[in-house]
């Protein structure tokens, strides 16, 4: 079978080794992370990286259609909320981030997020990934400097302070382990950052069950949506996250008359 997967580059280390090994054919389009800081930006991104393998089927630059296109993105800020299949069946985990991903399941992330009381987690995905945590301290100088000579210091204040209030939501900094790479220097930028924020640490082992049923093409219609031709991504809140919806259909299911 060919799969071919469009996935966020934290699961580099991962779906590499998950695909080298898988008995399936496997080709990966990488989309750099920093898109998640921008939703509309990531949305439009994957729905052209779908239109884009289209366009390389119909020119001959790609030889092999794949049987399935599987993205490497939970519900993400509703980021593959409206994605559409044409041909080609399309897989989507039925996760609300790529941190369920990490974790092995949507449950396991919600049983998580009640025992941390709702953990900002971090893996060597995340890390090594990431130009910035949390905003560093020169970051936010860089960045006030900027607002001030734009809007005045007053203003720049302001809009710093609003950039970081997400922070007073979170006391405990998560740590995922990974059976694929687990490294000490990126758990020891963890420690610091924890320290640094006044937060617990709390470190818990990744499960990579389901990446490897998205390269082993061992997919279930309970924790992966999969669109037929002529249907989209819809949020669903059954708790299922995602719903498929037809073209012609409404999210809510009704008839779109547009």
């Not at 041909?87 to 989507?92: E, R, T």
């Not at 002529?230 to 037809?246: C, F, M, N, P």
């Given at each position: 079978m060919r799969i071919y997967i469009i996935a966020c580059r934290i699961f580099a280390r991962e779906l590499g080794r998950l695909g080298a090994e898988s008995e399936n054919q496997i080709d990966v389009t990488w989309i750099g992370r920093g898109l998640h800081n921008t939703p509309e930006q990531l949305k439009k991104r994957l729905q052209d990286e779908?239109?884009?393998?289209?366009?390389?089927?119909?020119?001959?630059?790609?030889?092999?259609?794949?049987?399935?296109?599987?993205?490497?993105?939970?519900?993400?800020?509703?980021?593959?909320?409206?994605?559409r299949c044409?041909?080609?069946?399309?897989?989507?985990?039925?996760t609300d981030d790529c941190i369920a991903l990490f974790m092995g399941s949507q449950e396991r992330?919600?049983?998580?997020?009640?025992?941390?009381?709702?953990?900002?987690?971090?893996?060597?995905?995340?890390?090594?990934?990431?130009?910035?945590?949390?905003?560093?301290?020169?970051i936010k100088r860089r960045r006030w400097m900027e607002y001030a000579e734009k809007f005045g210091e007053d203003n720049a204040d302001y809009l710093i302070e609003v950039e970081s209030s997400w922070e007073k939501n979170y006391s405990t900094l998560g740590y995922i382990h990974s059976e694929i790479h687990d490294s000490e220097a990126n758990l020891e930028r963890a420690r610091e950052e924890a320290l640094r924020k006044g937060w617990r640490l709390r470190e818990i082992d990744g499960d990579i069950r389901m990446l490897r049923m998205m390269t082993e093409s061992t997919w279930n219609d309970r924790e992966f949506l999969i669109l037929?031709?002529?249907?989209?991504?819809?949020?669903?809140?059954?708790?299922?996250?995602?719903?498929?919806?037809?073209?012609?259909?409404t999210a809510d299911g009704s008839s779109d008359v547009r």
């Open positions: 779908i239109d884009r393998l289209y366009e390389a089927l119909s020119s001959g630059e790609l030889e092999h259609r794949p049987d399935y296109i599987v993205l490497g993105y939970g519900l993400c800020s509703r980021v593959v909320e409206g994605i044409r041909d080609i069946p399309i897989v989507i985990p039925r992330y919600l049983e998580e997020f009640e025992e941390a009381k709702g953990a900002y987690w971090l893996n060597s995905g995340w890390i090594e990934r990431s130009a910035r945590l949390f905003d560093a301290d020169d037929k031709p002529g249907e989209r991504a819809a949020a669903d809140y059954s708790g299922l996250k995602l719903k498929a919806v037809r073209d012609d259909e």
